[in-house]
């Protein structure tokens, strides 16, 4: 009975502290500009591309030859391309494409680097035999070894993917290890394996919560590489493939005329760059409210 | 002992500027240091201790950090003057020796390199005359075979011989102060004594003043003659060190004396337990700063803040009941001493 | 220190072993095949078939696998199918090119970067820092190959000032070398400088927050000689691993920016074999390229040792 | 040494070409890159005049027997390879008998056939059927018969020869592989001393050293000719010609430079059936076709014609109207006869020849307004080369080719080479074999008539147009041709 | 509290325990060897304290961890109630982590960061499979409260508690499966002068109440001598001495031990003593000197210091020490 009181008691002030450290937590959110303005430009994007079908008078596919390469004017706010389609629309439903590789490639490489580089920090045996996959596909041009993967499976969307997260998992893998290395050393480590903790939920509820920081952070970052993979694939022609619309691909067919038709160049690019300079603030931003040193220095 | 002042502190006051605003981290500290003294400077972690000592050598941020008072070290305000005319001072006339060997020597540079620097800077010399007067310091510190040492890097050293080679590199230029910030936490006991013998050995030799600061009241009972108590970036309580470690009487130096185990105490006893923990700066209690932990507290303690008042000439305490302590103490302290 | 670089050296083995299996089978299971690219697009079915027999395709693949790493094993990398030479007469052929660019590049972004690093570490939080670390994610996140074909328009179609693209060697004179290459070099080197910048940044941030910094306070040293003397080799050694892993990836391949100013290096080299299935050629390649990764990064290891004597090799 | 005054002007002549040549023999592949560059070193028996007739070159003469089996070539005398020896009817017998090996086509028509050497500068062409078109197979440009010395033949490879010695006007000097070609004037070239026709007639070389420069990206190749690195910049993209034409020093040049089509999986999937074949062809907007493809009206012709106007002795009418007719709700009914029930249909393409992709684009366009459901399977060049020998992996392959010279060359007519799209029509066939023993050209041409008809109603594959290709000059290049290709002797460059 | 030792059986026994870490170069081979335990013999009695004491280094944390298997021994025995838990497969020797239990030094990094104290405090019950959710729950609240935190204070993360907290949890942790070994790894060491009395005495409070051993670790002579009941000095990998306490103090047999003593500063400076200063630095543990380790500090080092090994010798009140000066 007595314990029942105590547990109610102590379950209200258990939400009680998560509610005041939710509302700290947002407090110190707000208050860094980069993840305010880095995350302002991904969620504007982002609703943006879910919007796409009400925003675009065309779909991305509607071609009018005699619309050729037309700058930018009161139907076609971004022109048109060179099939006479409208920049805009394709644009926007390009950022559903860049988006969705950014993010599967970030969530799929975020997934396998957490496992293959725990389990290496873990199993010296293993580690040995992951860290030299990992060497050598480091040694790859990361590129070269994407054109070489699309080349193999085939251009469709999915392997663009499957080819970048092959490309980025080594490196994430190497910087969970060696977050993971450093936690292994901590003595709350040693303890629970005093209790008799199996290596299991060592590595799982006792060194993987201490490495989801430095992981984030690099995922916001493998978010910004793979879109600019997937745009420089599809600049060497091996990216999405067309007619689907991608910032990359929109970019290539505006390549050969960048000197007569700017528009097609300029927005999609604009919207790669603010992409990628979105979610770097918001990689650096995340970076600074979760670095102990910066905390710090504010105390 | 001479009773010549080098350094007078007096009503430090040094302020941070921090997201969440002021922070006073060192709050009216005053002590002076004479010269063949070995003053100590003692209190818990964070009391104020190294912000202190390194506002007497100014080597805080100069843009966040605020100083009043003045620092007279023979007889100039060393918080009024240029930072070029600072640079005069620093390593020079006052030195320091931090707590950290390893992690406060260059782990880039030999140590004779490292030595050399501030000779060179300091007495106008060439590089190679430095090198000379650089062995002759690490020879004068003890370690064996200087000739070799000078050529080697830190991490080559054990944390002894890291130790020596810093107290040679402060005292390279013969300062008339010496700051020592725990010089020797991060040692070994028997290290510890070394160290200790060395910095009071090199007092004598180059008639300094040493400013000791520690936390561990062994050390300042060993090597000083006068000591500072500390609490929450205040001077609490000062005096000669017999005197203090007699008759101490502010309640928290009481206190501290009482909660660690002495050699020859009585083990079966209870250690004495200050309740409470130190409230952070951002919530300094008004009033005395000690009260919400103090078991004499009344609401005196809690309203109004009591000065530093000096109780003799050997002693200076900063707490509303110190007179009665005196009363109470006044027989105890006669009966021990017989 | 020999021993180590020998042990080094060893550890390549297995790298390169990863590196031969991956590429062989992945280029190996490529569609496509080289016979039908030599022979050209109208080519008969039946001349393809002959021309497969004449180079060894028509074999079972674990068998062209063990010939071509047999040859390794002794020193034979094979030859190229399409350029008809050796890979390794094609890939030093092309090696010249790219180590130039990947060069120059790397000294632009050094020569913008640090300083530019340091500047904003040592005025942090001023405006001074916020306009350099802006510009450096602008850097990072403009796509090199947008930057190449703006700076073409601008530099040699607008102004007339550097050729378009294209290359020429040393030999023809050192400014009609670097004329060709200062373009390129500057894409390439926007990122690596952005990099660069970054990491100067945060470790003479990490640095100046040491205690030995205090210290050089403490003796009465100019901020100047702290910044450059007692920090900035300190913190040359994150530095320099962010450097030579960009000098890596420079060299194993710039291929976007080689494609766009048409330079005959290392990443043309590849992606024209790719095209080409010229598999004996992406075999041979990919392998120089991994060493040579793999050997930049030992030697960055070594620099280690000269920037920073707690890790220097000999008195372990 | 250098003779004569008009030498003084001389030279280095920088081309932006596109892609490497596999090889520079001529024999060997069928890459129009060894034809573009191979024929400045090579040179052949007969080659086309301006009429595309086929005309003599390295033959001073060419009879054909009175029962049309043989052919007799007299040789030119004094023409020097480039190594300094005299070709001589050991060399044209050596040369002919390995491109005949070589040639698909010759190997199809010539394998009973036989050349033999008669005198020194004598040489015969025996046949076993009386092949009327002989000449214009011999006379090809792309896969041709360039005559070499006899001794490099016989230790050649066959991937290709090593040497690369010929007649022509410019002597191989550099290959540095992927970067650059260079050749240098031949300075003992003996001309054909008649005037300048087409391939042949009087052909001098006057620059001192030709380039030709490997520029793949088409940016790049414009660029480099707008800030004057190249002298001629090939295949320069149609979107980029304004620029060109607005530059006063520039000079934009077009030429046929093939003919689009769609070709058919005729083998399996609803392509099978001719229906189905018929109607797309009322489905597909031509127009629209080539315009996206070739962006202006200036650079295609909506052309019925396997063979185009410009060969003359070839030229007809028939299956125009089949051409023209285009009427999307007749093809949607037909395509219903033809069985389709709404399956998706795989359009190949790839986008290593942008227009072929555009095509493909536009098809799957007008496909969709008649309810046809299709998908793009987009590959690199060398997959699809791959995947288009699958029978069961597409529908439909838009595809480009370089123009024919002759009848011979259109590779989906022939049932029998077993090309892609697996033509299966025992009408073409028979027309074909006809056509090679036609009695005279007009035989000839009338054969060929009924044979266009008939690939109209067959439908082995689409043609939609004839299109150009333009290169960009620097306008202080004089007396630049286009001839099946770039010809660059006889062209001067000034200051 | 002392103990009659004599007709008691000890609980723990550790008899010549070594511990050698092998040192290998970036290629995984062996090119030396940390000499980190040499030879450690002690007894543990039951609720009794034993104090192991000894600079910076000497092997005292890998002796508690080598206890507790945290780390596996080189050669030696530890016999907990007659059993060899050293011989015992990782599986057999589970049962024993709910009989010995360890508090760390560095209170910082001895809790999960990312995990609720009560969490922490719980895990050891959950995983010996002890009690249900509630009562495990219930438990640890209790504990809490018997470490002088509040109950409500469950649901908080490491980083909102001081250092001497921070110290309670782990002692809390220590005690939620009532071990009868608890090995204190210089539990108070990172503390505050005023943290740290708390903490001795709550150990001491506990003790009496749960009734379980200590093996307490430390290198400050004054609190290892208030808490324990006999005291063992190590230097380099060996006890070279071990007394009760008392007996220690009065009585220092080897020289390390007297210049150990002589250099504790006393916070009296009515008490001046005379100081033995040892010169030199302690040798490193990979290249042990021959001998008695301790003889090329020692003042008193004679020549057959240099080559033999000195054994324990038994003295007069429970004295054992090894030094030639007492063969
Ligand atoms: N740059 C700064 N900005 C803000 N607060 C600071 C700064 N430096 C020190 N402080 C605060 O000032 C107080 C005094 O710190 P100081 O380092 O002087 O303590 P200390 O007595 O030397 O402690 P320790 O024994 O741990 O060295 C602390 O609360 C600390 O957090
Ligand atoms: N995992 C390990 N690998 C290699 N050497 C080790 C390892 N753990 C400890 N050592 C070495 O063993 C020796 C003894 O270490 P130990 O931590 O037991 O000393 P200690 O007496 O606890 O010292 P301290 O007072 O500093 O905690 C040291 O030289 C240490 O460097
Ligand atoms: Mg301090
Ligand atoms: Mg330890």
């Known amino acids: ?243 689907e619309p991608s910032w990359g691909n929109i970019l290539f067919d505006g390549k050969s005329v960048i000197q007569t038709a700017w528009w097609m160049t300029v927005f999609p690019g604009m919207f790669l760059l603010l992409a990628v300079l979105g979610s770097n603030l918001l990689g650096d931003g995340i970076r600074d409210l979760i670095d102990p040193q910066s905390n710090k220095a504010k105390k | 002992m001479s009773n010549q002042s080098l350094l007078k502190v007096n009503h430090l006051r040094t302020t941070f500027a921090t997201e969440e605003g002021a922070v006073t981290a060192v709050d009216d500290v005053s002590f002076t240091v004479n010269k063949g003294e070995t003053i100590g400077v003692v209190g818990e972690s964070g009391c104020g201790k190294s912000v202190t000592s390194e506002s007497i050598m100014r080597l805080l941020n100069e843009k966040t950090t605020k100083y009043e008072g003045e620092v007279l070290f023979e007889g100039e305000n060393l918080l009024q003057l240029s930072k070029a005319e600072m640079r005069e001072i620093r390593g020079n006339k006052i030195s320091m020796v931090f707590q950290d060997p390893m992690t406060s020597l260059n782990p880039v540079q030999t140590i004779g390199d490292q030595i050399a620097e501030a000779i060179v800077i300091h007495q106008k010399v060439n590089k190679r005359e430095a090198y000379k007067k650089a062995e002759e310091m690490l020879r004068l510190t003890g370690i064996p075979a200087p000739e070799k040492r000078i050529h080697e890097y830190p991490h080559e050293l054990s944390g002894g011989m890291r130790q020596r080679v810093f107290i040679a590199m402060a005292l390279a230029c013969r300062p008339k102060v010496l700051i020592a910030d725990e010089p020797t936490t991060a040692l070994d006991v028997t290290i510890q004594a070394q160290i200790l013998d060395l910095i009071d050995h090199l007092k004598s030799e ?73 409230p952070p700066l951002t919530a300094v209690p008004t009033g005395c700063r000690f009260a919400p932990r103090c078991e004499f507290a009344d609401e005196q303690c809690t309203g109004q803040a009591p000065d530093l008042t000096e109780i003799d000439t050997a002693q200076k305490v900063r707490c509303w009941k110190a007179d009665e302590f005196l009363k109470k103490e006044g027989h105890k302290h006669h009966a021990t001493t017989v | 220190m020999r021993i180590y670089i020998a042990q080094r050296l060893l550890s390549l083995i297995p790298v390169m072993l990863v590196v031969a299996i991956v590429v062989f089978f992945l280029i190996h299971l490529t569609p496509g095949d080289p016979a039908s690219i030599i022979l050209g697009p109208e080519a008969l079915p039946e001349d393809i078939k002959a021309l497969q027999a004449e180079l060894g395709l028509d074999l079972p693949i674990y068998q062209q696998f063990l010939n071509w790493f047999s040859g390794i094993l002794v020193g034979d990398l094979g030859d190229s199918l399409y350029l008809d030479m050796p890979v390794l007469t094609a890939f030093a052929s092309h090696l010249g090119p790219t180590l130039s660019l990947a060069i120059l590049a790397q000294l632009i972004s050094i020569i913008i970067a640090i300083p530019f690093g340091i500047m904003a570490a040592t005025k942090r939080g001023t405006a001074v820092d916020q306009f350099f670390m802006v510009f450096a994610l602008l850097g990072i996140s403009i796509p090199s190959f947008l930057l190449g074909l703006l700076l073409i328009l601008l530099f ?21 070398h670097l004329r060709f290459l200062i373009l390129p070099a500057i894409t390439l080197g926007a990122i690596q400088a952005a990099l660069i910048a970054r990491m100067t940044r945060s470790s003479m941030l990490d640095i100046l927050s040491m205690n030995y910094i205090k210290t050089a306070h403490a003796k009465g040293l100019k901020e100047r000689v702290i910044i450059y003397k007692h920090a900035f080799r300190n913190a040359l050694i994150p530095i320099l691993t962010v450097v030579g892993q960009a000098f890596g990836t420079l060299v194993a391949g710039a291929v976007v920016t080689e494609v766009v100013f048409n330079i005959p290096g290392i990443g043309q080299l590849i992606v024209n074999a790719i095209q080409r299935r010229d598999y004996v050629l992406i075999q041979g390649t990919v392998l120089l390229i991994a060493a040579t990764y793999v050997f930049i990064n030992l030697l960055v290891d070594l620099l280690y040792g000269v920037v920073d004597p707690r890790v220097r090799l000999n008195k372990k | ?298 650079f295609y012709t909506q052309e019925h014609g396997l063979l185009t106007k410009e060969y003359v002795s070839w030229y007809n009418e028939q299956g125009k109207d089949k051409y023209e007719a285009h009427d999307p709700e007749a093809a949607k009914k037909l395509f219903k006869e033809a069985g ?103 035989d000839a041409k009338e054969i060929f008539g009924k044979l266009q008809n008939e690939s109209w109603n067959y439908l082995p594959a689409i043609k939609f147009g004839d299109y150009d290709g333009v290169a960009a000059i620097r306008t202080n290049l004089k007396d630049f041709e286009w001839f099946h290709g770039p010809v660059f002797w006889n062209t001067t460059k000034s200051d | 509290m002392q103990q009659p030792y004599e007709n008691q059986e000890p609980l723990l026994q550790v008899k010549n325990l070594q511990k050698h870490f092998p040192i290998t170069n970036p290629l995984g081979k062996v090119t030396g060897q940390v000499k980190a335990v040499n030879n450690v013999t002690f007894d543990l009695y039951e609720k009794e304290t034993l104090g192991l004491v000894g600079e910076s280094g000497c092997g005292k944390s890998t002796t508690g961890r080598t206890i507790l298997r945290l780390t596996e021994p080189t050669s030696g025995t530890a016999l907990y109630k007659g059993k060899d838990i050293f011989k015992l497969k990782d599986k057999e020797f589970m049962p024993f982590r709910k009989e010995m239990q360890m508090v760390f030094q560095d209170p910082h990094s001895s809790l999960n960061p990312k995990k609720r104290i009560g969490y922490s405090v719980e895990e050891p019950m959950k995983i010996q499979g002890i009690g249900t959710k509630a009562e495990r729950m219930e438990k640890a609240m209790d504990l809490l409260n018997k470490v002088g935190l509040r109950s409500d204070q469950y649901y908080r993360y490491p980083h909102e508690f001081s250092g001497g907290q921070r110290q309670r949890i782990g002692l809390a942790r220590a005690l939620a499966v009532t071990p009868k070994v608890i090995i204190c790894d210089e539990p108070v060491s990172a503390l505050d002068v005023s943290i740290q009395s708390q903490v001795i005495n709550l150990l001491q409070e506990l003790q009496d109440e749960f009734e379980q051993a ?47 003593l002589s250099a504790i500063p006393i916070a009296n400076p009515h008490r001046k003593k005379e100081r033995i200063v040892i010169k030199g630095d302690v040798p490193s543990p990979t290249n042990l000197p021959s001998g008695c380790v301790f003889h090329t500090r020692c003042p008193h080092a004679m020549e057959r210091c240099k080559t033999e090994v000195p054994t324990v010798t038994q003295g007069a009140n429970r004295h054992q020490v090894a030094c030639h000066l007492y063969d």
């Open chain 1, 1 to 243: 009975m007595i314990s029942n009181a105590i547990e109610q008691n102590v379950e209200g002030r258990k939400r009680e502290i998560t509610k005041e450290r939710r509302a700290l937590f947002l407090r110190r959110v707000w208050a860094n500009k980069m993840v305010v303005i880095g995350g302002g430009i991904i969620f504007l994007i982002t609703l943006l591309a879910l919007i796409a079908p009400l925003i675009a008078q065309f779909t991305p596919y509607d071609l009018e030859a005699v619309n050729r390469l037309k700058p930018p004017n009161a139907t076609h706010w971004f022109g048109t391309d060179n099939f006479g389609r409208d920049i805009f629309s394709r644009v926007v439903y390009g950022a559903r494409v860049s988006l969705a590789v950014g993010l599967s490639v970030a969530i799929i490489t975020g997934f396998l680097g957490l496992f293959i580089g725990m389990y290496s920090s873990y199993y010296r045996v293993l580690d040995h035999i992951l860290m030299r996959i990992a060497d050598g596909l480091m040694a790859f041009p990361s590129i070269l070894l994407a054109i070489a993967i699309m080349a193999v499976m085939g251009p469709k969307p999915i392997n663009v993917v499957i080819a970048i997260v092959i490309v980025e998992t080594p490196g994430v893998a190497r910087i969970v290890r060696s977050a993971a290395l450093v936690v292994k050393e901590q003595t709350y480590i040693e303890a629970a394996r005093a209790q008799g903790a199996s290596s299991r939920k060592i590595i799982w509820s006792h060194i993987a919560p201490n490495v989801l920081t430095p992981l984030i952070v690099q995922i916001t970052y493998v978010f910004s590489v793979s879109m600019i993979i997937e745009a420089a694939l599809s600049f060497l022609g091996a990216g999405i493939p067309a007619p």
């Open chain 2, 206 to 278: 180059l008639e300094m003043g040493v400013m000791m600061i520690t936390h561990d009241l062994g050390v300042v009972a060993e090597v000083c003659q006068r000591v500072v108590v500390m609490y929450l970036g205040q001077v609490i309580e000062e005096g000669e060190v017999g005197t203090l470690f007699s008759r101490p009487l502010h309640p928290y130096t009481r206190g501290l004396l009482k909660s660690i185990p002495q050699l020859d105490g009585d083990r079966t006893e209870k250690l004495h337990v200050i309740k409470g923990v130190v």
């Open chain 3, 156 to 176: 040699a179609v607008e102004l007339h000032w550097l050729p378009a693209a294209g290359y020429q060697p040393l030999s023809a004179g050192l400014w009609n």
């Open chain 4, 1 to 298: 040494g250098k003779s004569g005054g008009s030498n003084e002007k001389g030279g280095t002549l920088n081309v932006a070409y596109m892609a490497q040549p596999p090889t520079l023999d001529p024999h060997a592949t069928v890459s129009v890159a060894t034809t573009d560059i191979g024929r400045n070193i090579f040179e052949t028996l007969l080659a086309f005049n301006e009429r595309n007739e086929a005309a003599p070159l390295l033959a001073e003469t060419f009879e054909s027997s009175e029962d049309l089996k043989s052919i007799t070539f007299k040789l030119r005398k004094g023409v020097k390879f480039h190594n300094g020896k005299e070709m001589t009817a050991d060399d044209v017998v050596a040369s002919m008998e390995r491109w005949k090996e070589l040639n698909g086509k010759a190997n199809t028509y010539f394998s009973k056939s036989e050349f033999v050497k008669e005198d020194d500068y004598t040489v015969v062409l025996k046949m076993d059927k009386p092949f009327t078109i002989a000449k214009y197979i011999l006379a090809t440009n792309i896969n041709f018969a360039a005559i070499m010395p006899k001794e490099i033949i016989e230790n050649a490879p066959k991937s290709g020869v090593k040497e690369y010695v010929g007649t022509g006007p410019f002597k191989l000097e550099e290959w540095k592989k992927d970067q650059y070609i260079k050749l240098v004037k031949n300075e003992e070239y003996q001309s054909p001393r008649s005037e300048p026709d087409g391939l042949v007639g009087k052909k001098e070389p006057m620059i001192d050293e030709l380039y030709f420069r490997m520029v793949p990206d088409a940016s790049t190749r414009t660029a480099g000719i707008q800030t004057g690195e190249y002298d001629v910049a090939l295949q320069i993209p149609y979107d980029n010609v304004p620029a060109i034409e607005s530059d006063g020093n520039l000079e934009a040049i077009t030429h046929p430079e093939g003919f689009s089509t769609v070709v058919f999986n005729k083998q399996n999937g609803i392509f099978s059936n001719e229906k189905a074949r018929q109607a797309l062809n009322l489905a597909v907007d031509k127009k629209e076709v080539m315009m996206a493809a070739f962006a202006d009206e200036k």
């Open chain 4, 340 to 442: 389709y029930n709404g399956e998706e249909l795989t359009i190949l393409t790839t986008r290593d020849y942008e227009d072929q992709y555009q095509i493909a684009v536009v098809i799957q366009e007008n496909l969709k307004k008649i309810g046809v459901k299709t998908k793009l399977e987009v590959y690199d060049w060398a997959t699809l080369m791959e995947v288009r020998e699958d029978k069961k992996f597409y529908d439909l392959m838009p595809m480009g080719y370089n123009p024919v010279t002759d009848p011979t060359q259109i590779n989906f007519l022939d049932s029998r080479i077993n090309y892609t799209g697996w033509s299966n029509s025992p009408e073409i066939d028979k027309l074909l074999d006809e056509l090679m023993v036609a009695p005279s050209d007009e």
């Open chain 5, 214 to 260: 200590y093996l307490f670790i430390a290198h400050d002579l004054s609190v290892v001598r208030h808490i324990s009941d006999r005291i063992g000095v190590m230097y380099l990998g060996s006890i070279v001495e071990l007394a009760p306490t008392d007996e220690l103090f009065k009585n220092p047999l080897h020289p390390y031990t007297q210049a150990l």
